[in-house]
């Protein structure tokens, strides 16, 4: 009875979490089958739109009911249980925002008074996709491989001296200078899921979200504590 005692707590996490997490104020009963489509459907869980990880909910759910009123029928074995837990605790307790991020002490930065030639090579030497621009403890903007080409379109020029700084183009790399490519401040606390929802919020809107920047509590008056990249994201969503 030890195998299925636990199965059955594991079962009963998931769907306590599911029933909790996704009720969208509705609060009468639905079937676990039913809630879990209608979650798989919204989108909103990368797990739960895995159709390998979806099946295996699914077979759990049988399971559940086979074992509940037949306890001496089924036994789940050793492999599936542990498939099944690895999802549980990939959805019921998810990695925030601040166990993935780059920190800041590991992010490479720029000020106002870097030449663009030497952030151009920090790009390309860090393996970045995009550096901050700092100035005291103040986060002024964010340094990508467009920003030149922003610039150009901005100013309808067609060359930049290397020898430009910064602080000369700070207008095309401005965080609230971008109508459709944009950044957000993210709490430190957020689930990677909530992160993720935030970058696919506004693709209706033809607008892309390029990086989220971690602070304290998700305001863009506190200090920047990391960066998250969609990528970053995916990479422990999917695996």
């Known amino acids: ?26 609060y009468s009963y639905t079937g676990f089958i039913t809630k879990l489509y209608q979650i ?13 990880n979806f099946e295996i909910i699914k077979q759990a759910a049988q399971m559940r009911n086979i074992i509940a009123h037949n306890n001496d029928v089924l036994i789940p074995s050793d492999q599936f249980i542990k498939k099944f837990e690895s999802i549980v605790k990939k959805i019921t307790k998810p990695l925030t925002v601040k166990d993935i991020m780059t920190e800041y002490n590991q992010l490479k930065t720029i000020s106002l008074k870097t030449k663009i030639k030497d952030a151009v090579n920090l790009l390309k030497s860090s393996g970045f996709s995009t550096l901050p621009v ?38 095309a790399i401005d965080l609230n200078n971008h109508p459709r490519k944009y950044y957000d401040f993210v709490d430190k606390n957020k689930s990677i899921y ?16 390029l990086l989220l920047l971690v602070t304290d509590s998700g305001s863009n008056y506190e200090q920047l504590l990391g960066i998250v990249a969609l990528r970053d994201l995916e990479n422990h969503l999917i695996n």
């Open 194 to 209: 909530e992160a993720y929802q935030m970058f696919n919020k506004d693709i209706k809107q033809r607008r892309e979200m």
């Open 40 to 52: 798989k459907k919204s989108r909103e869980n990368m797990i739960i739109n895995d159709m390998e």
């Open 134 to 171: 700092i100035e005291g403890d103040d986060l002024l903007g964010l340094f990508t491989e467009k920003s030149l080409y922003d610039y150009f379109s901005l100013n309808q020029v067609h060359q930049i001296s290397k020898d430009m700084t910064i602080k000369d183009i700070i207008e």
């Open 1 to 26: 009875m030890e195998k299925e005692r636990y199965f059955i707590s594991l079962f009963n996490d998931l769907e306590n979490y599911l029933r909790i997490t996704y009720n969208k104020g509705d």
